[in-house]
């Protein structure tokens, strides 16, 4: 028998593994499939693009297989995740390695015997082999797995949940030159653009903001400065133009505002002009924010290429990183949706322009451009300090479904609270007087006080003059 091929390292083409992941035998449901392979197949291919070895037991992706089954499966659907971790052979991926008892009971073994005699399995070893170090590759597998076999309508959702890494490989990067908007925009964790130019002409800059996505890299360029980096947190909606003060005068008031949660670099901020020799040969063919003597273009929004970015991260001497890594966690991917009787008389409206109605729809969720001015007036919880908006609401002040049009979006209208702070104003059980005294309703339970260590004496600071108005309303109407 000729051995001499017994060593050669098989080799897979790229189409060769889509096809081989295209082909996989998934249970059917309803209209569509069962989200059960495709949920363990991005839950491998995430660990991989972590550099995860070869080996999986089915403990360490129990957690995860039920979480996902719960929230994307029909009823019950998490109680056989046993299944795609067992039959998952059967479609030539992967190897399952268990005691004979198991392989010859004829049926599946259940959660508790793949765990409790810790069942393990393993990619084809050339097929691990290929994917471990190419993230475009594992890129390509999660699209196909996700675009065949998950409904359309939460796809984005779906990976973003499963395999959150991966559906960070998608983003984009970009430039924002905020000269004129930087005090009110990075403070207030927005960017807004008009539409159109004052004669109603398209604008390639202002059209880069419908491309913007959740997840996608920011770097804020201001007063010949990188000044700022971001992360989208929500693509671009329409919206009336904020309040900049003198600034923007010229603009048309209907806008795109995308949602982006900033931090400013401080001391390690830096001016590109003076690195352009490692800039020059990433900049933009067209539409580049800078040219390469590193004087800057009249453009509000570049795009710009992985290379710069890269570039632009190592000139921040790691508080680039720290700030993308921080401020990439706990990103939302999926919207929820608005249906309350209220908010479809609102959308029946036939005084006001979709914008407007847009913009008063998501006030009512502390969203949009009420949300952008409320963060220009206040940057943390008054009572609990946190500072972090990921963790902030807010919160009317004169209730949304009390307020006229304007006060739905007004950011003196606002506050940023911690969620059970805003329980406790929301509901009455709290109030501020002007001065910024805790005021406290006589219907709350003050046991709750010691128990979510809020000093009843405590005094938040003083409020704006245009705030007080609401806040009497507040104390003479919400108060209890």
């Known amino acids: 028998m000729d051995h001499s091929r017994e060593s050669e390292v098989l080799v897979m083409t790229n189409s060769e593994i889509l096809d081989l992941f295209s082909s ?59 299944e795609p971790f067992w039959r998952l052979k059967n479609d030539g991926i992967w190897d399952v390695d268990a005691p004979e008892s198991l392989t010859n009971q004829g049926s599946t073994p259940s959660p508790n015997q793949l765990i409790e005699v810790n069942v393990t399995a393993r990619l084809k070893e050339d097929l691990y082999r290929d994917l471990i170090h190419n993230s475009e590759l594992v890129k390509e597998l999660a699209k196909l797995i996700v675009n065949k076999y998950v409904n359309e309508s939460v796809r984005t959702a779906f990976i973003a949940d499963v395999a959150p890494n991966i559906q960070l490989l998608n983003r984009q990067y970009w ?26 002409g398209t604008v390639p800059s202002y059209e880069y903001m419908k491309d913007m996505r959740v997840g996608d890299i920011v770097f804020s360029f201001a007063g010949t400065y990188i000044k700022a980096i971001g992360v989208v947190t929500a693509p671009a909606q329409s919206s009336v133009k904020p309040d ?16 982006v949660a900033f931090q400013e670099l401080g001391i390690a901020e830096f001016k590109p002009r003076d690195h352009m020799d490692l800039l ?69 409206r036939t005084d006001i322009g979709e914008t407007q ?97 809020i000093d009843k004496s405590i005094n938040v600071g003083s409020f704006r003059s245009e705030q007080q108005e609401f806040l009497e309303y507040h104390r003479n109407v919400v108060l209890i």
């Open 24 to 82: 996989i035998n998934c249970a059917k449901q309803g209209d569509g499939y069962a989200p059960h392979k495709p949920i363990l197949i991005l839950l491998i291919l995430e660990k991989i693009l972590s550099g995860h070895q070869n080996l999986f037991t089915f403990l360490e992706l129990d957690h995860e297989l039920k979480k996902w089954l719960e929230k994307y499966g029909s009823n019950n659907a998490s109680n056989t995740r046993n």
């Open 175 to 200: 430039w924002v030159s905020q000269n004129q908007t930087y005090n009110q925009e990075v403070p207030g964790n927005f960017m807004w653009s008009p539409k159109t130019n004052v004669n109603g």
């Open 280 to 348: 020059a040969p990433t900049l933009p063919v067209s539409l580049s924010p800078i040219r390469p003597d590193g004087g800057g273009n009249q453009i509000y929004l570049a795009k710009i290429s992985k290379e710069m970015s890269d570039v632009l991260i190592s000139l921040s001497k790691g508080v680039g990183d720290s700030i993308v890594d921080e401020l990439s966690q706990s990103l939302e991917f999926d919207s929820s949706k608005e249906d309350l009787p209220a908010v479809e008389e609102i959308k029946m």
């Open 357 to 453: 109605k847009l913009q008063i729809i998501k006030s009512r969720r502390g969203q949009g451009i009420f949300k952008a001015q409320v963060r220009q007036i206040e940057n943390v919880c008054r009572v609990t300090k946190v500072s972090n908006p990921r963790h902030l609401i807010a919160s009317h002040i004169k209730p949304w479904s009390k307020s006229d049009d304007a006060e739905k979006i007004s950011g003196f209208n606002g506050l940023l609270l911690a969620p059970h702070i805003d329980h406790l104003f929301d509901k009455g059980f709290i109030s501020f007087e002007g001065n910024g005294n805790l005021l406290l309703s006589k219907q709350l339970d003050k046991s709750i006080l010691d128990r979510w260590s």
């Open 244 to 259: 900049f003060g003198t600034a923007g005068s010229n603009w048309i008031n209907d806008g795109w505002l995308v949602d």
